[in-house]
């Protein structure tokens, strides 16, 4: 009988260790699963790098005069497939990329030929595609990293992710390189 009143006390002091470690497991899950997300949304985005050169290239032989933007996304694009930093510092220089192809898709109008070409079609109808898919590895993304940082700003599982370190996870916040094409109007040569 004396053993009995063991037991109660044994729950008590067993139940807070074991919360802390259903906390400490699910943290690890939620940030695993921002993780594997990431690598989502990095599989996307190189296949929207081998995409612009052959993009650039096609460009290229019709709209010789715009060697400045196509050097310039050239150049956009081997930064961004070289930045394998924090995901704001990739945002920022994939947010100039998107820019870069919008601009560039925005100059195809003045290039009726291009526009026409149907390996420019093809070559287009892929970015868009990839653009599609990039903006849904982004949402599924930036949904992990909501539920995860939620976990690790709520109390009490914010007491687990603080004595373990949690990282704070960020957003990803990259535009699409197709949506709304603005008009820029080139000046005659």
């Not at 050169?53 to 930064?79: F, K, N």
């Not at 149907?118 to 653009?131: D, G, I, P, S």
Request: glycine letters at 2%.
């Amino acid at each position: 009988m004396e053993n009995l009143i063991y037991i109660p006390l044994l729950f008590v002091c067993m139940a807070p260790a074991l919360y802390g470690l259903v906390q400490y497991n699910r943290l690890i899950a939620l940030r695993n699963h921002v993780r594997e997300s990431w690598a989502d949304i990095d599989t996307e985005l190189k296949r929207r790098y081998d995409l612009i050169p052959r993009l650039v290239e096609v460009a290229r032989g019709y709209a010789a005069h715009e060697r400045t933007l196509l050097a310039d996304l050239t150049a956009l694009r081997e930064r961004c497939a070289a930045n394998h930093g924090p995901v704001s510092a990739q945002s920022a220089d994939e947010a100039e990329l998107s820019a870069g192809l919008r601009t560039l898709l925005a100059r195809v109008e003045a290039y009726p030929d291009l526009k026409a070409d149907t390996q420019f079609q093809k070559l287009h109808a892929e970015l868009v595609n990839t653009e599609d898919r990039i903006q849904a590895a982004r949402r599924f993304y930036n949904g992990n990293v909501r539920d995860y940082r939620n976990s690790c700003e709520t109390f009490p599982s914010s007491l687990i992710a603080r004595l373990f370190s949690f990282p704070t996870m960020a957003f990803f916040t990259a535009e699409s390189a197709v949506a709304e094409n603005p008009r820029v109007d080139l000046p005659s040569t």
